[in-house]
């Protein structure tokens, strides 16, 4: 079977909330969790985990052997975290001249992912030999609702349709990324520009409850109730 690596990303500077990746749930610290779960995947090879930080690489050592370090041109507010991944796969060509078919991109501010969330989209790239696979829920609005405005304010559509939609039963559905696992061909990641979806990427659904992405204090206080109901 072809190799399979997995990078958890953990940039150290989070605007949101300070040092959002230490919060804990269940006295567990999203980096911890989102570590074991990587290591109860049944089809990854290897793990890396990527920050900037020392102190998230001294918490990420208590659970697993770290010895990259990301370099802090890859750590600012405008980092992709495609670019942070191509960087981990030329670094691992290079260090240990390991080549891997399909990389996935994990990270610590989704702690209702599960080792089984994981390997099924790791199948599914290879099943249907796809370009990548991509975890997504339910979108919070009809995306035809949604409005922009120019410089004088002055509202206007964002898609324009000649159907009239009124309801949300009547609007197309629509989905959108919840950031809990990206899987990508390597030759695809290497090459790609832009964002996902772009040629063959298959979307994997995930209940909008165990979607959520810690981003602010409002998303962690969620985060807590529902730790209950999804953490062990």
């Not at 990420?60 to 981990?88: C, G």
């Not at 390991?98 to 501010?109: A, G, M, N, R, S």
């Not at 992912?113 to 994981?118: F, L, V």
């Not at 602010?216 to 999804?230: E, G, P, R, S, T």
Request: charged share 30%.
């Amino acid at each position: 079977m072809s190799k399979v690596l997995g990078i958890i990303l953990a940039r150290g500077g989070s605007k949101g909330i300070k040092n959002k990746n230490l919060l804990k749930l269940k006295k567990k610290n999203l980096i911890q969790l989102a570590i074991k779960t990587a290591q109860k995947s049944k089809l990854l090879d290897k793990i890396i985990f990527s920050s900037d930080s020392i102190k998230l690489i001294k918490t990420a050592r208590k659970e697993i052997k770290v010895d990259y370090v990301r370099p802090k041109s890859l750590a600012t507010d405008n980092s992709s975290s495609y670019d942070v991944a191509r960087h981990v796969v030329h670094w691992l060509e290079k260090k240990n001249k390991e080549i891997f078919k399909y990389i996935v991109l994990l990270q610590p501010t989704t702690p209702f992912r599960t080792p089984n969330d994981i390997d099924e989209c790791i199948k599914n790239v290879m099943k249907h030999k796809l370009n990548a696979v991509m975890t997504v829920t339910d979108s919070d609005y009809p995306a035809h609702w949604l409005i922009k405005k120019n410089k004088f304010n002055i509202l206007s559509k964002l898609i324009k349709t000649k159907k009239k939609i009124f309801t949300r039963q009547t609007a197309p559905k629509t989905f959108k990324p919840n950031g809990m696992v990206y899987v990508f061909e390597r030759n695809f990641l290497l090459k790609l520009k832009g964002i996902l979806p772009q040629k063959k990427t298959m979307g994997v659904y995930i209940n909008y409850e165990r979607s959520i992405n810690i981003d602010n204090y409002n998303h962690y206080l969620l985060a807590q109730i529902l730790a209950k109901k999804y953490l062990n």
